[in-house]
């Protein structure tokens, strides 16, 4: 009985020393967060050839911003774009991929501040020589492809005729389309472009002209506690440079 | 006395057991389902966001029919001659038959679209020299094959356990009185054999028409694509999936409920 008193109270003084850390810097107490990514989507995340783990841009800032909030992250293949009302429905703590603000998600998901902000763009074959410009391309009425459920498509059924547009279910698939001719031409994310462009992958290069410019944000389930802290570190990791360290390292330097 | 007079026979069933025996005998299965795609039916008649995920994707069910129907007869023509080499008495075409259908069971069907669809069709119009978005090449075109090569396959062991079913006697006694063997096929083989093979066939049938969803993969424009696209505007992802399924089961339903009308019209009287 005696016993049990003092672990009970000493159970409470470790309580309340534990509350009082947390409130003084915004600690996540080792808590996991599981991040929904596709491991599909290069820069931003696929499977490394070498290692066979998971790597990108979404792996670094996330395991960085757990690194600031003491979290550990669990990243989690999801399917696109059901992953998005899964995260509103709290399955994940939260969904990286490159994903971009828009005011119809935000009706099922909460955001992030955005954390960095990408052009959309015409990816075509680099033997092309039928366009020099993205406004040549629509000018032509050539097929169009792209993935379900993305900002992509959606700004393709404003530039070109449904009939163009061929939506595969998976962003690689669509590239494979326009290598193999099904399609001329890929719309796509400019960052996201770079992981298919240059060094080691000749077969596309992306036309001039900027379609639509669209801020990227993490996406929570409405309410999530997650929030207030990560809209910090991100604040944090844009003034101290780490933000643009990483930008940098994967959408610049890093090649497929 | 030649003939009996059924009509002044005694009923058999006592009053009672009759409403019981139609009480148990009556289709619940059929009310049931008919329930279960009632509510979609309501809710689109009275609610716009269903509505417009009716109309949206509806537009799919042209491409529906022709990867269903087309691959259909594509599976027929093809799996009647692999079910015929198959069951041949030459070592070549038997084999052949053989690999073919090993071949195409031993792969996932999504495995095979995929393949077929975005590798194997590409990458023969890039040597052959076409163009990958001519008429020929179209998806929908390619989604019908990819199906119908893939059914040939199943069809071809339909057929065959059916042929086989037929018993050698009536074979013989065929030939016995001057029919060749194109006539015994086609006179006593046949239609005994198609007894046997129509229930296997209406099944396949049947699953096809959802394995057709599967062409989705492929970016065409059926039904499930369609339902992709509109959820992945709006994020109504329960409404657009209950308004697929709600397609689905009324279309396999109705041809269920047709092949079970011929089945039970050439049955052996």
Request: glycine share 8%; proline share 4%; charged share 20%.
């Amino acid at each position: 009985m005696k016993n049990a008193t003092r672990i009970f109270v000493l159970a409470l003084v470790l309580g309340l020393v534990a509350t009082a850390c947390s409130s003084a810097d915004e600690s996540l107490e080792g808590r996991t967060v599981t991040v929904a990514i596709e491991n599909l989507y290069p820069p931003f995340n696929f499977i490394d050839e070498v290692t066979g783990q998971g790597a990108g841009f979404d792996y670094d800032i996330w395991n960085e911003i757990c690194s600031r909030l003491d979290c550990k992250a669990e990243f989690v293949e999801a399917v696109w774009p059901d992953v998005i009302l899964e995260t509103g429905d709290g399955v994940y703590d939260t969904a990286a991929d490159g994903i971009s603000i828009t005011e119809e998600r935000k009706e099922v998901v909460a955001y992030s501040d955005s954390y960095m902000t990408t052009i959309q763009k015409i990816m075509v074959r680099s033997d092309e020589s039928r366009w020099a410009t993205a406004d040549e391309f629509f000018a032509s009425n050539s097929k169009l492809g792209t993935q379900v459920g993305t900002t992509n498509y959606e700004l393709a059924t404003t530039l070109t005729n449904e009939s163009n547009i061929d939506a595969f279910d998976l962003f690689p698939t669509a590239v494979l389309a326009l290598l193999s001719g099904d399609v001329d031409a890929v719309i796509i994310d400019d960052v996201a472009g770079q992981g298919y462009v240059g060094e080691g992958n000749e077969g596309t290069k992306l036309l001039e002209g900027d379609l639509q410019s669209d801020p990227l944000g993490f996406i929570y389930a409405k309410g999530s506690e997650l929030i207030d802290p990560v809209n910090e570190i991100i604040a944090d990791m844009k003034s101290d440079g780490t933000m643009d360290k990483l930008i940098k390292k994967w959408f610049i330097d890093f090649k497929a | 006395m030649t003939a009996i007079d059924t009509e002044h026979l005694p009923d058999p069933t006592p009053p009672g057991a009759k409403l019981s025996y139609d009480f148990a005998g009556f289709p619940w299965w059929l009310v049931g389902i008919l329930a279960t795609i009632a509510f979609p039916v309501y809710k689109l008649l009275t609610d716009e966001t269903w509505n417009d995920g009716f109309l949206f994707i509806k537009d799919g069910l042209t491409l529906t029919f022709i990867v269903t129907f087309a691959g259909f007869a594509i599976a027929m023509v093809l799996g009647l001659g692999v079910s015929l080499a198959r069951m041949s008495k030459r070592a070549v075409p038997r084999n052949i038959a053989m690999y073919y259908i090993e071949l195409i069971r031993g792969i996932p069907v999504l495995v095979t679209i995929i393949m077929f669809g975005l590798v194997i069709v590409p990458w023969f119009f890039s040597r052959a020299g076409i163009d990958p978005q001519s008429t020929i090449g179209s998806k929908a075109i390619r989604a019908s094959v990819a199906i119908g090569l893939i059914y040939a396959a199943f069809i071809a062991e339909v057929l065959r356990a059916g042929i086989e079913s037929v018993e050698k006697g009536q074979r013989e006694a065929g030939m016995s009185v001057g029919l060749n063997n194109r006539q015994v096929f086609r006179f006593i083989v046949w239609p005994q054999a198609i007894r046997n093979i129509m229930p296997a066939l209406g099944n396949d049938l049947i699953a096809l028409l959802k394995d057709s969803s599967l062409v989705s993969i492929l970016a065409v424009r059926e039904i499930t694509q369609m339902s992709r696209l509109w959820t992945g505007r709006n994020f109504q992802f329960f409404t657009g999936f209950m308004i697929l399924a709600a397609m689905y089961l009324t279309l396999t339903v109705g041809l269920s409920l047709l092949l079970q009308w011929y089945e039970r019209r050439i049955a052996t009287p």
